[in-house]
């Protein structure tokens, strides 16, 4: 049964920096390429970042460039996204997502955390 669970939400300030965590189980994370997105209420999903396998090779949306960065640990089998320079628009619930390579489709996600919260208050 695969899970991924989100944490490290909540509150700050504009300006602040938050750090997110996803704990990955029953996949196999070292063939999985990962993803943060967020979605805010009215709005539609939107992809925030995502880290290869091997976590080499990152990319991010152009709204968090600069100041987001996705890395992972193979090891705990966490991924994280470290956020900094927040701002009120970062308000949303952040999902993390993985891309299993022995499951499904290559380049679709596979499975979903349920979500955690970040506000940015100005």
């Known amino acids: 049964q695969v899970q991924l669970v989100e944490s490290g939400g909540g509150l700050v300030q504009a300006g602040r920096s938050l750090r997110l965590s996803c704990s990955a189980s029953?996949?196999?994370?070292?063939?999985?390429?990962m993803g943060w997105f967020r979605q805010a209420p009215g709005k539609e999903r939107e992809f925030v970042a995502r880290i290869s396998d091997n976590g080499r090779t990152t990319d991010y949306a152009d709204s968090v460039k600069g100041r987001f960065t996705i890395s992972r640990d193979n090891v705990k089998r966490m991924v994280h996204l470290q956020m900094n320079s927040l701002e009120p628009e970062d308000t949303a619930v952040y999902y993390c997502?993985?891309?299993?390579?022995?499951?499904?489709?290559?380049?679709?996600?596979?499975?979903w955390g349920q979500g955690t919260q970040v506000t940015v208050s100005s």
């Open positions: 029953g996949l196999t994370f070292t063939s999985s390429h």
């Open positions: 997502a993985a891309d299993d390579a022995h499951f499904g489709l290559l380049g679709e996600y596979d499975y």
